[in-house]
């Protein structure tokens, strides 16, 4: 699976992308879980976070897969 | 037609397209200003998500096109550094009347705050 | 800063000149369509009462901007002969915001369509 | 007192200005007796028109002078 951060994500988990093996499907919050053991200082951007993957938000309800690329989309702020 | 960019390059002054019907066009230009959160400033740093950026906004102005009625639809989003001043994003709007073109103008630049992936990631000092 | 501009030059791309404090910048440009109640038409002829057209643009102006606390005000409106496709007004409004230019935007187009003395007087012959 | 037709008004009228002699004040009424008796054809336009008088639309009350210029507006049109 690949990891996109941006932003504060991306400061927070001090790199730009990652890849990382996952052995099946997982939830959203499977994946989550998976990324603050990585990522603990992520935690306080979870409940703000939304999570992208094909240029499109996902629900929370998805389903991901071990060859997704996913984004992590914090608060934005454009314009 | 709806045009989507996103990119370093300043936001020059567009010379309106000629486009069929139209009879109006509205635009908005957000420019940086000279203080952020009451701090004076030199400018901002806007960071995007790219491709989602361009694929969200392409995706608003077709659904608010046709909400509206809109004919054509041109948005630039500028990123890197920006200083004071200069332009982060334009965006121009044509319909047959202008009622159309106002409202839609609001409703893209509040779907845009909520999302697309483009981010206000620092600020520039002053005076350098 | 208020300008208020009505004659018989073509309405150019303005450059947006830098506005202190402004993080908004609504434009709205009036276009001659091809067509006047159904019919094709070649253009349109305006005509002022120009001395009056602009002091009640500027009175409006210095009214709205007070209203919406607007940083600066341009309005250019051409008169004459304007052929489709091209400008008879634009407007552009300076806010720290963008919410007050864009209700500024509305309410001065509303006003103007009301009060300024300025007349389509005759419509021109397509294919001329 | 000068009075300057526009649009539809000079058209009706036959001329964009005229300068005529009046006596006295007169009520706006009066004015468009006056001038309804020289342009027959401006009745039609009389409901939707107003006058100005210095670049400043006048209220139905006012009082106007032998020396004013006065200037018809017919519903307009701009932008």
Redesign the interface.
Known sequence: MRV?Y???ARRLAGTDREEFPVPSTLSTDAFWALLLARHPALAPLRPVTRL?RD???LPADATLAPDDEI?L??P???? | MITVKIGPEPIEPLALPPIAGAGACAEFTGIVRADENESPIGGLRYEAYQPMAETVMRNLLTEISAEHGLLAAHVRHRIGDIRVGEAAIHLALWSRHRGPAFNALVAFMNRLKQDVPIWKTDTLPPHS
């Open positions: 996109l941006f932003a504060q992208a240029e499109a938000f984004a989309i914090p934005v702020s454009g314009g």
